[in-house]
């Protein structure tokens, strides 16, 4: 396992508040999107000058209409599907240019900042070409679970049942039909030598930033997928932001987890998995899934059949499934 | 300074150039027929002859996301391409342009599917046409190797800052041997020098976004500052073409005009078929008739001042378009010079022909026939012929 930083004490929270924010406010991000969150996190988290590299999402549209940014470091978005190849180009350009002293010679990190459409569909040839090559990047996926600013659409990424515009719910269609892909599984299979899921949240608060630093110390491209959630797709209210994204750990919907080397750790157990129907209730795209008993039968199988394979390839013990679902005092679903 | 002649393939010429440029990114994905030129490369890199960073992608599209990359981290970067692989490029190119990056590609002319074809025409360069880079079209092998050399000079001038295509014919230039007189290594690196952008993503000091959205309050300037870039490039060719010519002894204008002084006769062309059709003018000249050629070297910037100077002034002109724009007239090259030459005060009565397409040969004879049917256009004895495929069966 290659060293990183972070085995030394982490940085306290307070500490990094007084940092400069790399990504200013005043963006035109919804309020209670997540991932100006992760970006700032992000950011901040590196010991290093970044360079970012963005695909066109919500993110994109809403930090950098000219003649303002919210950008404090470098910043580069080329299109929707190339942010991976894009990077390729500019970390080999860094290279190029650091042996021929033509820039400072120091530590440089590249970072991707793309979002599920970006990064599981129309940007996966690109970003598995840059994992195979091994560029030495890395790369964020802001997994909101579907296309947001084009206006909700589907990705590979939308969970089973969620309505959205390209799978509304009709008399003859309960949402999207299939299961999520295995992103981050088939990021694995590309054998990088960092990858890792995580999300913004309070009772973790170190979990992102942590993750952050140990991929900044890869040897190769680091992968790290966050969920991220989106108010207006997943219907929530904005202040539910970070509670919605603890029911989805809570529910292991969403472990926390990272591979090093090939050698998967688990993150966070909870002492006794949450029912999924607290994840389902909690947003408006899955309110017509509430009375589909076996529907959301099947959904809480298939939930705990990937939570066990992960706990197996973990190497840890099973959990018990909480038997009375404690009383949930975040987020109520909204239209 | 003591020059060295090769027998070289355009292929060959093209990576020997891109060597002594030595660029500090290249991005490579294979297709024929240029194909061999990063192949070359490659073995430069892989010999240490090179100071250049690989980047072998898994697509076209990625190919010139690479460079759009390493362009504005600051490098200079360069890639080759033909056909599907130009198409699947289109969306980056036009990025390429808007971004203002200075990336030079080397393009070996071929057909786009369907049907497949790997031969030469026009078609995958004019699909670009309106993407925003420079455009120049060569004869020969020799034209080849001066052209790319002068290309990083003109893209990376402060008054253009756009990308540059360098286009030759597939096969005929591509793969045909030439006897080519080289430059020194230290020559070609004195000419084109370094690159030092003044705004780069690796300058951390001093951040930069790159790529933001405009709305339509700033978008329309954006889109004409491109547009004035490309007319200053109108001077800014030939003025590199001057500076070359006056240190290796060979010059290259926007346009080749062959026995044209006192033409009354002429064809126009773009690329390697401009042999053809000089062969064509001799023969005719040798009968007496007053004809003559003339070749765009740059189709963007469009010479439209040299087009009408030249042009005007006859009587009778048959444009040769190797791509055709279906549902029009004729092809693009047809369009733009008829264009152009509305406003003279007088002009010649004009043909077109499409020709060459998937690697069609063009004959001497089809040709001849063609100039045959200007001459009588021009005595008055016959109508211009109407555009049409030049060679195609019924
Ligand atoms: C080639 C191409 N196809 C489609 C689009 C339109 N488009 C822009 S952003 C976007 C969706 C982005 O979704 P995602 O990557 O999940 O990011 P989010 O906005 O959800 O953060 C789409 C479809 C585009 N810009 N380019
Ligand atoms: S639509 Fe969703 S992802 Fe996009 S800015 Fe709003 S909350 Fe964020």
Redesign the interface.
Same mark, same amino acid.
């Given at each position: 396992m290659f060293q990183h930083k972070t085995a030394t004490a982490p940085v306290s929270l307070k500490k990094l508040a007084e940092q400069p924010d790399l990504l200013t406010g005043g963006h035109r991000l919804c309020a209670g999107c997540a991932e100006s969150a992760i970006v700032r996190q992000v950011l901040m988290a590196s010991t290093y *000058?970044?360079?970012a590299?963005?695909a066109t999402g919500c993110l994109?549209?809403a930090t950098?209409? &000219?003649?303002a940014?919210a950008?404090?470091? *470098?910043? @580069?978005?080329?299109?929707f599907?190339?942010a991976?190849?894009?990077?390729? #180009?500019?970390?080999?350009? &860094? !290279?190029? @240019?650091r042996?021929?002293g !033509?820039?400072p010679d120091r530590e @440089?990190r590249f970072v991707v900042f793309a979002g599920d459409g970006g990064t599981y569909d129309i940007g996966f040839?690109?970003l598995? #070409?840059a994992l195979?090559?091994g560029t030495r990047f890395l790369y964020i996926c802001f997994n909101n679970e579907g296309y947001m600013n084009t206006g909700i659409q589907r990705s590979s990424a939308t969970p089973l049942g969620a309505d959205t515009s390209t799978t509304p719910v009709g008399e003859a269609v309960l949402g999207k039909p299939g299961w999520r892909k295995d992103l981050t599984g088939i990021v694995v299979a590309h054998n990088a030598p960092y990858v890792a899921q995580t999300a913004p949240t309070a009772f973790r608060p170190h979990d992102l930033k942590n993750k952050v630093a140990r991929a900044l110390e890869a040897p190769g491209p680091a992968f790290i997928n966050v969920l991220s959630a989106c108010t207006r797709g997943w219907r929530y209210e904005p202040a539910d932001t970070i509670a919605i994204t603890q029911l989805a750990i809570d529910t292991c919907y969403w472990p926390l987890f990272e591979v090093i080397d090939g050698k998967w750790h688990l993150n966070y157990k909870p002492k006794q998995k949450r029912p999924i129907m607290d994840w389902l209730s909690a947003q408006g795209r899955f309110r017509h899934l509430l009375k589909q008993g076996r529907l959301v039968a099947e959904i809480q199988a298939r939930i705990d059949s990937e939570w066990d394979t992960l706990l197996e390839r973990c190497g840890e013990a099973p959990v018990a499934a909480a038997s009375v679902p404690p009383p949930r005092k975040a987020a109520g679903a909204s239209d | 300074m003591s020059n060295r002649f090769a027998a070289l393939t355009g292929n060959q010429a093209a990576a020997l150039a891109m060597r002594q440029i030595e660029p500090?990114?290249c %991005?490579a994905y294979p297709i024929t027929p240029s194909t061999q030129v990063m192949e070359t490369y490659s073995q430069y890199v892989a010999d240490g002859a090179v100071? =250049?960073?690989? /980047?072998? /992608?898994?697509?076209e $599209?990625?190919?010139m996301?690479?460079?759009?990359? %390493?362009?504005?981290?600051?490098?200079r %970067?360069m890639t080759a391409t033909s056909s599907q692989g130009l198409a699947l490029m289109h969306? /980056?190119l036009y990025?390429a342009a808007g971004l203002r990056l200075p990336i030079v590609m080397a393009v070996a002319n071929r057909a786009l599917s369907a049907p497949l074809n790997i031969h030469g025409d026009q078609s995958d360069t004019m699909g670009s046409r309106d993407a925003g880079w420079i455009q120049l079209y060569v004869r020969d092998v020799q034209e080849l190797y001066d052209t790319l050399i002068q290309a990083p000079r003109i893209a990376e001038h402060c008054e253009v800052m756009l990308p540059v295509m360098v286009c030759f014919d597939g096969f005929t230039l591509s793969h045909a041997i030439e006897r080519v007189e080289l430059l020194e290594d230290g020559a070609v690196r004195d000419f084109v020098g /370094?690159y030092?952008p003044e705004r780069y993503?690796?300058?951390?000091e001093h951040? $930069? =976004?790159?790529?933001? %959205?405009?709305?339509p309050d700033?978008y329309t300037e954006a889109k004409r500052q491109q547009r004035e870039a490309m007319s200053r490039a109108l001077e800014i060719i030939p003025h590199v073409a001057l500076e070359f010519g006056a240190r290796f002894g060979r010059a290259w204008g926007m346009v080749e005009a062959y026995r044209l002084e006192d033409a009354e006769i002429a064809a126009v062309v773009l690329g390697s078929t401009a042999g053809t059709l000089m062969e064509v003018v001799d023969r005719m000249r040798e009968r007496g008739v007053r004809a003559g050629m003339l070749r765009l070297r740059a189709f963007r910037p469009f010479p439209a001042e040299e087009v009408v100077r030249l042009l005007a002034p006859l009587k009778a002109v048959a444009i040769f378009d190797r791509a055709d724009s279906p549902g029009t007239p004729s092809g693009p090259l047809y369009e733009e010079i008829r264009s152009v030459l509305y406003d003279a005060p007088a002009r010649p009565r004009i043909s077109g022909m499409v020709y060459g397409l998937g690697g069609r040969e063009m004959l001497v004879e089809e040709a001849s026939a063609t100039y045959e049917a200007l001459e009588r256009a021009a005595a008055g004895t016959a109508e211009i012929p109407p555009p049409g495929y030049l060679s195609a069966r019924g």
């Open positions: *000058p970044v360079v590299i963005m994109e549209v950098t209409v &000219y003649p940014t950008w404090r470091v *470098p910043m @580069l978005h080329n299109a599907e190339n991976a190849a894009t990077a390729s #180009g500019a970390e080999a350009a &860094y !290279r190029a @240019l042996a021929k !033509r820039i @440089l040839q690109s598995s #070409g195979e090559r | 500090d990114v %991005a100071r =250049t960073e690989l /980047v072998l /992608v898994e697509s $599209h990625s190919a996301s690479a460079c759009v990359g %390493a362009a504005c981290a600051g490098a %970067a969306e /980056v990025i /370094v030092r993503l690796l300058d951390v951040p $930069h =976004t790159f790529g933001p %959205a405009l709305l700033y």
